[in-house]
Each structure stands twice: as structure tokens, then as C-alpha cells.
């Protein structure tokens, strides 16, 4: 199915284009030019995320408010390059991309690089719960 975002998604809503696969326990990306956008209100952000193939990494650059993630936000499962903020996701787990320096409204969106990534949710932390050991 294709999707055409049509501005941008409401408060902890998700917004899709580009070739979406409905499953029963989220979205798979159809082609290497699908966005998913996620509208959050929050300190952190996880997703749990998997790909078809384990032994097939694929790489997912991620863009908070339109540009790469500022290296003092991010999550310890994202990476950096020349394009800018990214992660791998190869086993299906629940990632971590985003920890801001303090509460606040953000657009987090995730460009897969190939088709066959699953996303299957978002889940947040406010400022109590950010001091514990992500593995």
C-alpha cells in the first residue's frame, strides 16, 4: 500500500509514506524510499524493531526535526556517518534512538534504507526514567 503524508502527524501519532506492508504487529517497509514520521512529546524514544532477515542488517537514518540527531541526544544503539544519525537493525528488539537533554515536543522520523524493516512500536521515557542500563 502506498502512503502520502499530507503534513505532519498529530502528538504520539505515526505518519507513513512511501510503500507500506500492514501486519498484524506493525508496518513493513516496501521500497528504500519509505518514511515513517512520529510526532512525540517526551525525553526518549524506543522502538521495537525487527527486518525479515536477521543476517541481513539494514540501516535506518534517523532525522529529529528535519536534520541528523544532535550526538548528545541520541540513544546508545545510533551511530553516526557522512549522511548523518543512523542505526542498524538486524535482530528484532526494542532499539534506542532518542535521549534528549530535557522534556520536550520533537518530529522523529526513520528512513529505512531498503525494504523489509518492521516497525512495530514507539515507547517513550520522561525524566524519571532515565538512568538505567540500556543494553
Known amino acids: 500500500m502506498t502512503f502520502q503524508a499530507g503534513g505532519e502527524p498529530t502528538d504520539g501519532k505515526v505518519m507513513l ?13 516496501d521500497d528504500k524510499r519509505g518514511t515513517a514520521e512520529l510526532r512525540y512529546r ?21 532525522l529529529q526535526d528535519g536534520k541528523p540527531i544532535n550526538q548528545s541526544e541520541v540513544g546508545v544503539d545510533v551511530h553516526f556517518d557522512a549522511q548523518g544519525s543512523y542505526l542498524d537493525v538486524s535482530t528484532p528488539r526494542m532499539y534506542y ?8 515536543s520533537h518530529l ?4 529505512p534504507q531498503r525494504a523489509d524493516f518492521v516497525l512495530h512500536s ?14
Open 17 to 29: 509514506s512511501g510503500r507500506w506492508i500492514k501486519q498484524q504487529d506493525g508496518v513493513m517497509s
Open 42 to 62: 517526551a525525553r526518549s524514544v524506543y522502538a521495537v524493531l525487527s527486518v525479515t532477515d536477521p543476517k541481513k542488517p539494514l540501516r535506518v537514518y534517523l
Open 97 to 104: 534512538l532518542v535521549k534528549n537533554t530535557s522534556f520536550s
Open 108 to 111: 522523529l522520523a526513520l528512513e
Open 122 to 135: 514507539f515507547t517513550y521515557g520522561n525524566n524519571c526514567q532515565q538512568d538505567f542500563e540500556q543494553k
